[in-house]
């Protein structure tokens, strides 16, 4: 608290981001990092801007990175919107899109940014709370509404919702903004993409975080129809005109570009979740399904708290939420390698005996 604060500021309630230890040999599974690095061409091209053209400003409109991901996707790059992270896209379509006088609708249980950035840009929202079994139930969302947005699959349940719910919703809302937040859709949930030009009021958001391992690097995209999409680029330039920096434009452009190293290394992903699920069940776990890179599971006789702090001793990090009271048996687990499944794996057999 301070007299300098605006009055904005005195109400914000920030994100809180899962921890980033400083110590190493880890086992970390409590971001939903890739544990395959990136392309190794991302790497190569990132030497050559290294030496190259650092003194200068990177292109403000990131024509090459939209014509990239465009290609990547069979659209236009003026469906096309970057930014530093999904995270910030995220943030500019909450200010430029989903702010209205109807309230915004999302789900009770998901990403718990979404009503941080609604306390930033001062945005009404509704929760609507998921189904017993954790599943989007898309008639639910059948209110007068500014918008409505969800990831898909959700955060953090990791469950997928089908492509006709999503289809039936943009049909029942042409007069709000539907945006799907796929961060996590290339861990074998169908994307909404091939949709876009059938409806002008879908926006997909995507991250280079998750399945092109690129957390570090921060660079998301948002595709819609070009006037969703100018409606970004108009914030975009009220705010910071160079969002994605020299080294974020090559090192996602051959990220984009390197379809072989992608579908390989998400395949792996999804084996070693497959994996993890059938050993975890077999320990007592509950897992509920997933189409993301980590699952979402409790054990009746630990609560998330107390396994989350036992297997913090074992040096083995996981994400716990202790709201709402709905999810706190649960823990969310990462999926890793088939190495740190197996640790995984040990420590729980060795805390549950
Ligand atoms: C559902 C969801 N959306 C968006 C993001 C933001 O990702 P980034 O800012 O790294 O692109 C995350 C990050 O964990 C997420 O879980």
């Not at 939903?32 to 403000?60: C, F, M, Q, T």
């Not at 994307?191 to 030009?197: F, R």
């Not at 050993?279 to 396994?307: T, W, Y």
Request: hydrophobic content about 40%.
């Amino acid at each position: 608290m301070s007299k300098y604060w605006s009055d904005v500021v005195h109400k914000l309630t920030p994100y809180m981001p899962g921890e980033q230890p400083k110590v190493d040999n880890l086992v970390k599974l409590n971001t939903n990092e890739n544990p395959y690095g990136p392309s190794p061409n991302v790497i190569e091209v990132l030497k050559l801007e290294a030496a190259e053209s650092l003194r200068l400003y990177p292109d403000p409109n990131s024509d090459a990175l939209k014509a990239a991901i465009a290609e990547v996707h069979h659209l236009n790059s003026n469906q096309v919107f970057v930014g530093n992270g999904s995270d910030e896209v995220l943030a500019h379509v909450f200010h430029a899109l989903l702010k209205h006088s109807r309230p915004l609708l999302f789900p009770d249980i998901t990403y718990s940014f979404y009503p941080v950035y609604c306390g930033l840009y001062d945005i009404e929202y509704q929760t609507i709370p998921l189904a017993e079994d954790f599943t989007i139930n898309v008639e639910d969302y059948d209110q007068p509404n500014g918008g409505i947005i969800f990831p898909n699959p959700n955060a953090p349940t990791g469950i997928a919702l089908a492509l006709d719910k999503i289809e039936k919703l943009l049909k029942a809302n042409t007069q709000s903004v539907v945006v799907i937040d796929e961060a996590y859709v290339d861990f074998g949930t169908e994307s909404a993409v091939g949709l876009i030009n059938h409806y002008p009021n879908l926006l997909v958001t995507h991250t280079l975080s998750k399945a092109r391992s690129l957390a570090g690097l921060r660079v998301g995209y948002a595709l819609g129809s070009p006037d969703l999409i100018e409606a970004l680029i108009r914030v975009k330039d009220s705010f910071n005109s160079y969002p994605i920096d020299r080294f974020a434009s090559a090192g996602a452009i051959a990220a984009m570009q390197d379809v072989e190293y992608f579908n390989e290394t998400r395949k792996k992903v999804i084996a070693t979740r497959d994996l993890l699920t059938k050993l975890l069940r077999k320990l007592g776990f509950e897992v509920l399904p997933s189409g993301a890179n980590f699952i979402f599971a409790r054990q009746m006789s630990k609560g998330g708290a107390e396994l989350t702090a036992l297997l913090r001793q074992k040096n083995i990090i996981v994400r716990h939420f202790k709201v709402p009271a709905r999810i706190e048996p649960y823990i969310r687990i990462t999926i890793g390698t088939d190495e740190q499944s197996k640790i995984l794996i040990d420590g729980l057999v060795e805390i549950l005996k």
